[in-house]
């Protein structure tokens, strides 16, 4: 049987078998492409995503680009099993935020931003994420990794990149949505589920056995910074297409989503009224502009 040496924490080594190699392996791909608890028709279809996306912005060219019946047309090569480097979504005020394509999401902690409670010091995670919304004002969602839960898709902010870059980049990789970007709404810093049961002094199991303080350097806090997100495009294939995805009213939603931080940020949505729009009156970015009757849904 063959063996392999694996590093573990504290500088030491230990032998792996080969089905426990072929087991980490399974289990690191599983992580890098969940696959969803909700079955197809607990999901919306490609189809139906389709129809409630905005119109799509228009990417600015570059000065000496033009199309096949422009002056000085630049000869392009193409072929059917082609696929582009980059996808793009842009930032409200129309500039591109420009994303690889790949085919697995960012994974590891490397490049990971950290901040610090400044009342506490507990160690505090940055993290961004989106609020797809569509041209009806409905909010998309996308299936947790770990549970039968509709989530918003969001991830660690990394050092490499912009904020804006990396709500996009999240709504791309787990939901598979490009679009055009809202204004940053509020920030919201909550525990990790880890800690809060931590903080609460015992586990929860039934053996009342006392769970210890948070170890050096694990972060006990999340910080997230979410953008609303206009779609403007659906893919079929993303990062994570293990995953499904769901459209539901504000109503549905506050009815049907389990985590706090995440009913926090659709009622914030729905107060500012982010998700209501004259559809009549197109802006610049390719969105429409919010309408200035209150209630009015596009």
């Known amino acids: 049987m063959l063996s392999y040496i694996s590093q573990v924490p504290g500088n030491s080594t230990r032998i792996m078998s080969e089905q426990q190699t072929e087991a980490a392996i ?41 199309d096949s019946m422009g002056e000085n047309p630049i000869p392009k090569e193409t072929s059917v099993s082609s696929m582009p480097s980059s996808v793009s979504s842009y930032r409200s005020d129309g500039s591109v935020i420009k994303l690889s394509v790949t085919s697995t999401s960012r994974e590891g902690r490397a490049m990971q931003r950290w901040d610090r409670c ?11 994420g989106c609020v797809p919304i569509t041209n009806d004002g409905r909010i998309m969602f996308c299936s947790s990794a770990k549970k039968k839960e509709w989530i918003l898709p969001k991830g660690g902010w990394e050092l490499d990149e912009e904020m804006e870059v990396s709500a996009t980049r999240e709504a791309y990789e787990e939901a598979g949505v490009l679009g055009v970007l809202g204004p940053k709404l509020s920030d919201l810093t909550y525990e990790t589920r880890k800690e809060k049961l931590r903080r609460m002094g015992s586990s929860s199991t039934s053996t009342g056995t006392k769970v210890p303080k948070s170890p050096p350097g694990q972060h006990a806090l999340v910080r997230v910074s979410f953008f609303p997100l206009y779609i403007s495009d659906v893919l079929e294939d993303w990062p994570e297409s293990g995953r499904t995805r769901k459209v539901l009213s504000i109503e549905e939603a506050l009815e049907t989503i389990q985590r706090q931080e995440l009913r926090d940020i659709i009622s914030e949505v729905r107060d500012k009224k982010l998700h209501i729009f004259n559809r009549k009156k197109p802006v610049r970015s390719g969105v429409y502009e919010k309408s200035s009757e209150v209630g009015v849904k596009a």
Not at 39 to 58: A, G, N, R, Y
């Open 118 to 128: 400044p009342d506490t010091d507990r160690l505090i995670r940055l993290t961004t």
């Open 26 to 66: 399974a289990a690191k791909n599983a992580k890098l492409n969940p696959v969803s608890a909700f079955s197809d028709s607990e999901s919306s279809t490609q189809d139906e995503l389709i129809k409630v996306c905005f119109s799509h912005p228009s990417e600015p060219r570059d000065a000496d680009e033009k």
